[in-house]
């Protein structure tokens, strides 16, 4: 996307990573950034739709960013390590519920996606797992690997590899409708009605940006998320272009958020 847009606007566009806070300190910077279109955020749900609604202290106002654009959306799967007794979801959730709080998963941390949507899957299911926290996604996927959890949500671009090596199985996907990478593996709705999770990355602009500049932004990123060479790189990495207009990426983010919101609720889950 940045290289296409410098070459499109004839100015670098530059990629500055800033992790930390759960993704918190990256939309913190644009918040506070000045509304002129030359800094933007890149975000994936956590800072925009979540963080809100389990963060007490934030620094910034989530509802405040401008949206721009829906960039892309990533399907998740859920995958368990090997030596689990499960050979199909079904199986999964039969052992779950004859065994409340015996199989552990493991997420980026608590409040992440990952974390919510397997929340999520307890309450849509009626199962109790044993949350295990990490400090990012590496570590939870290497315990996950060497047997010391049972079960994870992830971006199927990440453990593509793992399952294909037989480090992983894959029980089923979490989006509304079966891959086409895994044509053969069923969505967790086939089983628990109702259930879908996907990933995403959004761009929004500081609070008060000018609808002008952001019409002129979002015209750009959707022309650049439409051809086929950038299409085919986000295919090589399971994703799936959207290029959003304004509006519609503004109803999208407030739907989201309604839905994290509301499962927040129903859980209790703070962090302070």
Known sequence: MAEKLSAKWGLAVIIENRPGAAQNLGAEAVARADPDGYTLLASPPGPLVVSGHVRSGLNFDPDAFVPVSLMVKLPTVLVINPKVPASNLQDLLAYAKANPGKLTFGSPGTGSTPHLATEQLM?????????VPYQGM????ND???????????????????????KLKLLAVTTPERLQQEPAVPTISEAVPGFAHEEWFAIV??????????????????????????AGR??????????????????FIKAESARWRELIDTTGLKIN
């Open 123 to 131: 309450k849509a299911a009626g199962i109790r797992l044993v949350h």
């Open 144 to 166: 996950l690997i060497g047997g010391h959890i049972d079960m994870m949500i992830d971006l199927y671009g990440n453990v593509a590899g793992n399952i294909k090596e037989g």
């Open 205 to 230: 602009a500081p609070p008060k940006t000018p609808d002008a500049i952001v019409a002129r932004l979002s015209a750009a990123i959707r022309e650049v998320l439409a051809r086929p060479d950038v």
């Open 138 to 141: 590496a570590p939870a996927m």
């Open 234 to 251: 986000l295919a090589d990495l399971a994703a799936v272009p959207v290029g959003s207009n304004p509006d519609e990426a503004a109803a």
